[in-house]
């Protein structure tokens, strides 16, 4: 029998066993973080060469000139030709749903005019650059270069660099067809903290970049980490979660498929799957225990799920969705015939499915809302990557010379009743002599 924690909230200890189960130590390895600092004071200070010799390093990639790194456009559009013609069409499908969705997300600047003149409003600015970074090698992530890429190119920003590890010289065809198709502009076989490096500090080659977004290792982590307020970052994610909540109408087996479609991404992942009906859990558990042995990754299946998995037994649907809020789950699936009337309750959730054909698989490809979610209840505070991340907002303010008779007054008292005569005079320069 596979081993998942079964728990109840009938049970008096129900909430530390809870607390237990969800908390995450995100605490930073000592070792990692040295190791990056060193890294980044390297790239820092010498720029290219740094970067060259820690690629050839860690991925026995040698070259002259960082220049060589570069992967020239007919390459990238080389690769999307030349995939299977079902691998290319959906990634050109998933990215026509992707962009689609996103299109919907830009912002637009606004302003009005108040009675007296004054004119105030908001002006919404594309990055200049941003920065991608992609797993390399054997691992092959095609999804998250289109899941980062495509809102940034919707948003408008001016050029979208990407940087990719190629181990041993080793290109994923999938990775660079994505980039292609994507419409990444400039694509570098450089990876771990010296890339991270690259882009958050600029070097000969690469220019300095305003935004750092993708997924990596810890040492990338802990880079995107260190060069927060230098670049802006997307987020630090943690490991992969789902959560579901099912009333005992959607087949067993597609809900143990859907717990194992996060608890396979590594033994820290965190699969959880709440419902009312006691009977229905224990045909989920034996659909676990009947599936697994025929998955590939089912050792880290069986860790995560021995780790960091449960089996939730509540009252009713009402209480499952307060376990959810309090958990704040990267994936929340509402598993259940009438979903739309629990979705009001949901307050916490990077991403909320609704209904039993909406598997968390198909928002990681092709859904088009953006698979970059927060993690470790961070969706209690923050939301998915869209194009919004790749907007800046400006203030506009256009005093008119009737409107700086009142508010200069208003700023005149407020700045003398914090001491700052500068502000209080710079406001009452332009008052009218009475």
């Known amino acids: 029998m596979t081993a998942i924690?079964?728990?109840?909230?009938?049970?008096?200890?129900?909430?530390?066993?809870?607390?237990?189960?969800?908390?995450?130590d995100a605490a930073q390895d000592e070792a990692v973080d040295a190791t990056v600092a060193e890294i980044l004071a390297a790239v820092k200070s010498r720029g290219d060469a740094a970067v060259l010799e820690y690629t050839e390093r860690f991925d026995a990639v040698k070259a002259a000139a960082l220049a060589e790194l570069e992967l020239p456009r007919k390459l990238l559009e080389g690769a999307r030709e030349s995939l299977p013609r079902a691998q290319r069409e959906a990634l050109e499908q998933a990215a026509l749903r992707v962009r689609r969705y996103h299109e919907k997300q830009l912002a637009q600047s606004w302003q009005y005019t108040?009675?007296?003149?004054?004119?105030?409003?908001?002006k919404i600015t594309p990055l200049d650059r941003v920065g991608l970074y992609v797993p390399g090698g054997k691992a092959a992530y095609p999804s998250s270069v289109l899941m980062n890429a495509l809102p940034a190119k919707v948003a408008g920003v001016g050029e979208l660099v990407m940087v990719v590890p190629t181990p041993r010289g080793e290109k994923n065809e999938l990775v660079m067809a994505a980039a292609a198709i994507a419409g990444v502009d400039r694509v570098y076989t450089i990876g771990g903290a010296q890339a991270v490096g690259a882009l958050a500090y600029g070097t000969e080659t690469i220019a300095?970049?305003?935004?750092?977004?993708?997924?990596?290792?810890?040492?990338?982590?802990?880079?995107?980490?260190?060069?927060?307020?230098?670049?802006?970052?997307?987020?630090?994610?943690?490991?992969?979660?789902?959560?579901?909540?099912?009333?005992?109408?959607?087949?067993?087996?597609?809900?143990?498929?859907?717990?194992?479609?996060?608890?396979?991404?590594?033994?820290?992942?965190?699969?959880?799957?709440?419902?009312?009906?006691?009977?229905?859990?224990?045909?989920?558990?034996?659909?676990?225990?009947?599936?697994?042995?025929?998955?590939?990754?089912?050792?880290?299946?069986?860790?995560?799920?021995?780790?960091?998995?449960?089996?939730i037994e509540v009252r009713g649907l009402e209480e499952a969705c307060d376990i959810a809020n309090r958990i704040a789950p990267e994936h929340l699936e509402l598993a259940v015939a009438?979903?739309?009337?629990?979705?009001?309750?949901?307050?916490?959730?990077?991403?909320?499915?609704?209904?039993?054909?909406?598997?968390?698989?198909?928002?990681?490809?092709?859904?088009?809302?953006n698979h970059v979610l927060p993690t470790s209840r961070s969706a209690r505070f923050s939301s998915p990557l869209g194009v919004y991340d790749f907007q800046k907002r400006s203030s506009l303010i256009q005093v008119s010379a009737e409107g700086a008779q009142t508010l200069g007054r208003v700023a005149v008292t407020l700045a003398e009743g914090?001491?700052?005569?500068?502000?209080?005079?710079?406001?009452?320069?332009?008052?009218?002599s009475k």
């Open 208 to 311: 300095q970049v305003d935004k750092i977004v993708g997924p990596g290792n810890a040492y990338v982590a802990a880079a995107k980490r260190r060069v927060f307020g230098v670049v802006g970052i997307d987020m630090v994610a943690g490991p992969s979660e789902i959560l579901v909540i099912c009333d005992g109408t959607v087949d067993a087996d597609w809900i143990a498929m859907d717990l194992f479609s996060q608890a396979e991404h590594d033994e820290v992942a965190q699969a959880i799957l709440i419902s009312p009906d006691v009977a229905y859990l224990d045909a989920v558990a034996a659909s676990i225990d009947r599936l697994l042995p025929q998955m590939p990754r089912r050792a880290v299946i069986a860790a995560s799920l021995k780790s960091r998995g449960a089996l």
């Open 5 to 24: 924690a079964r728990l109840s909230t009938r049970d008096a200890d129900f909430d530390a066993r809870l607390a237990r189960l969800t908390a995450f």
């Open 418 to 432: 914090e001491g700052l005569q500068a502000h209080a005079r710079s406001a009452a320069y332009r008052l009218r």
């Open 114 to 122: 108040e009675a007296d003149g004054t004119v105030l409003g908001q």
């Open 338 to 369: 009438e979903p739309e009337k629990l979705v009001e309750r949901i307050r916490h959730a990077g991403a909320i499915f609704m209904g039993g054909y909406s598997s968390e698989a198909i928002g990681d490809y092709c859904a088009g809302p």
